[in-house]
């Protein structure tokens, strides 16, 4: 069964540095998504994505984070210099308007664990 | 937007029904109701949806209030693989489709 990927699996970086979370969506999907958890809370969306565009976004996902699409089967976020409130799980989904649940069924990935020092 | 209330946590014993309620009583016509669910160190996955009607698949049943103001997924046999937080999300497709999470009901299985 085609699922999404996430690499790494956790990163660790300090304050104030870029780092790049990579995603490889399932392969027919034209949607892509964003969502992080900071441990013991919600899922929060931070941005969608289509058509090599940015079609939604979050007050979370301000002027440090970037999203990119840079070949036909990665999606990645960027964040130019975390912060220590950065540190959370960031998952990556994607979605098809042809499946049953329209975009709103989303499929996401395993996520990858953020711990910024 | 409207909103949901589902409990904060429920048990069931193994290979036992399991009815998860959600209140969603400002649904809009539109609205439909989505469910998710975590199982532990994972990311949410789909579960089901549905607008009016009950609704059937491999993973659970969606039973929809007449009034659309409630609805209950019903997991007809519980397994220890089904202990997760499980969520109810509204979403009528007008133009957005980021998936609000809320708290969720986080359900214990009891083997």
């Known amino acids: 069964e085609p699922e999404v990927t996430q690499t790494p699996s956790h990163q660790v970086t300090q304050m104030g540095q870029e780092v790049i979370l990579r995603c490889v969506p399932i392969s027919n999907h034209l949607y892509f998504y964003w969502y992080r958890q900071i441990l013991g809370q919600k899922v929060e969306f931070l941005v969608s994505f289509y058509n090599n565009e940015i079609s939604e976004k979050s007050e979370i996902f301000d002027d440090q984070f970037s999203v990119e699409r840079p070949d036909g089967s990665n999606f990645t976020l960027k964040i130019r210099s975390t912060k220590l409130e950065d540190s959370a799980m960031y998952f990556c989904a994607s979605s098809d308007p042809l499946l049953a649940g329209g975009l709103y069924e989303q499929y996401f990935g395993p996520g990858t664990r953020l711990t910024v020092t | 937007d409207a909103k949901t209330t589902q409990p904060n946590s429920m048990e069931s014993n193994e290979e036992e029904p399991v009815h998860l309620p959600c209140n969603h009583s400002?649904?809009?016509?539109?609205?439909?109701i989505h469910w998710y669910r975590q199982l532990p160190s994972q990311g949410p996955e789909y579960v089901i949806h549905?607008?009016?009607s009950n609704v059937n698949n491999r993973m659970a049943s969606l039973a929809i209030a007449e009034d659309r103001k409630s609805s209950t997924l019903i997991l007809h046999r519980a397994t220890l693989r089904d202990a997760a937080v499980y969520y109810c999300?509204?979403?009528?497709?007008?133009?957005?489709?980021?998936?609000?999470f809320g708290k969720g009901t986080k359900l214990s299985v009891i083997p």
């Open positions: 400002t649904i809009s016509g539109t609205d439909y």
């Open positions: 549905g607008l009016t």
């Open positions: 999300i509204l979403g009528s497709g007008a133009g957005s489709y980021q998936l609000t």
